[in-house]
């Protein structure tokens, strides 16, 4: 005996009398009910996502393929530790054009040659150092009403160049020269553009104003702490230099 439903659901299948009968069921196929309810939920997990990217509650994603600088510099080494007792009452900004020129004697300039026009830009301060003053140096008159003070001349500090105004302005360059720098650069011309740099500024500086300038604005800083104190009269002078 066998025995089928009208909608392919049921199947019975016997074969004889008293035999055990055997039910196949198979149930319908819902698919279609079922990929909408997993688009939606697609659906629903990324509006929540970009949700979140908008209220900045998730972190953003990076760029795998990214360029990374790695620091691995080591840590600052405090080499002096130096008590400062000074009193700088000027400072000045110089600018210089450095014009450095290497060529050969006996060989054309179009071969072997390179002039660089280099502006290094910098500041010169100039102070008075009071470490070496001792109880000589501050005389108080027996009234109580005045104060003579001797200082050591006014000194001038090491140029310091700033780089960021300092620039190559312009460079001419031999075959043989142009040939090298496709090789590799000389670290030495640009230290050596600097030091000229701060060689012509230091001269600059010996020949300005500045120190005479320095011990005006120092003895107008004692003259007026000094008269705080109570002295009626200030005597600033300075060591011949």
Not at 68 to 90: F, K
Not at 129 to 134: A, E, L, P, R, V
Not at 200 to 229: C, D, F, H, W
């Amino acid at each position: 005996m066998a025995m089928q439903s009208g909608g392919g659901d049921t199947e019975i299948m016997s074969t004889q009398p008293g035999d055990p009968h055997v039910i196949y069921v198979r149930e319908k196929a819902h698919w279609g009910r079922r990929l909408l309810v997993f688009v939606g939920v697609l659906g629903l997990i990324a509006a929540t996502f970009f949700a979140l990217m908008a209220a900045n509650l998730i972190p953003k994603l990076r760029n795998p393929f990214a360029t990374e600088t790695t620091d691995r510099s080591g840590p600052v080494l405090l080499q002096s530790i130096q008590d400062l007792s000074r009193y700088v009452g000027a400072q000045g900004n110089f600018q210089v054009l450095v014009d450095l020129q290497e060529n050969k004697r006996y060989i054309p300039d179009i071969f072997f040659n390179e002039r660089t026009l280099f502006v290094g830009a910098g500041t010169v301060d100039a102070y008075v150092d009071f470490g070496g003053i001792g109880e000589e140096s501050v005389v108080i008159s027996p009234d109580g009403k005045s104060v003579d003070i001797k200082l050591p001349a006014a000194q001038l500090e090491k140029p310091s160049l700033d780089v960021d105004k300092s620039y190559v302005f312009a460079q001419e360059r031999g075959l043989v020269n142009a040939i090298g720098d496709l090789v590799g650069t000389d670290p030495n011309k640009e230290a050596q553009l600097y030091q000229l740099a701060e060689d012509k500024i230091a001269q600059a500086a010996e020949t300005s104003e500045l120190r005479a300038r320095a011990e005006t604005n120092t003895k107008l800083m004692l003259e007026s702490l000094v008269r705080g104190l109570g002295f009626e009269r200030v005597t600033v002078t300075f060591a011949a230099t």
